[in-house]
């Protein structure tokens, strides 16, 4: 290998390991809540009891916060599959309502070290 073909790894190894750093890095802020609907995107924080009407398409999806847990209560859409995806509590976290198109997501805090879950394998 050349000297200008040792740079080149070396400056990859090091944007790949930077990246990796920022990206993987646990984060300090306080966990919140992030509802996203098509009138645009709104932050709660997670340990505030609420409920919060996400206005969609379709009509109103009622999500309800409580002790630092997340789900969606009520929703106009047919299916109802938001409401089978039960709670949610751990940054990374989500649910969606795509008929009515409202999505919500925990975020901040250290993600959950845990591991794959079963929708990997």
Known sequence: MK??????LALSLFLTVGTAWVVLAPSDAPLRIEVQDPEG???????ENRIIE??????????????????????????????AMGVIHDSGQ??????N?????????????????????
């Open 94 to 99: 989500f649910v969606s309502c795509l008929p």
């Open 54 to 83: 996400a206005v969609g398409p379709l009509g109103v999806t009622e999500i309800h916060v409580e002790d630092g847990h997340v789900w969606v209560h009520d929703s106009p859409c047919t299916n109802k599959v938001c409401l």
């Open 3 to 8: 000297p200008l073909d040792w740079l080149f």
């Open 101 to 121: 198109r409202v999505f919500v997501r925990i975020s901040g805090g250290a993600a959950n070290q845990e591991g794959p879950d079963a929708g990997v394998w």
């Open 41 to 47: 995107t709104f932050l709660y924080p997670l340990n």
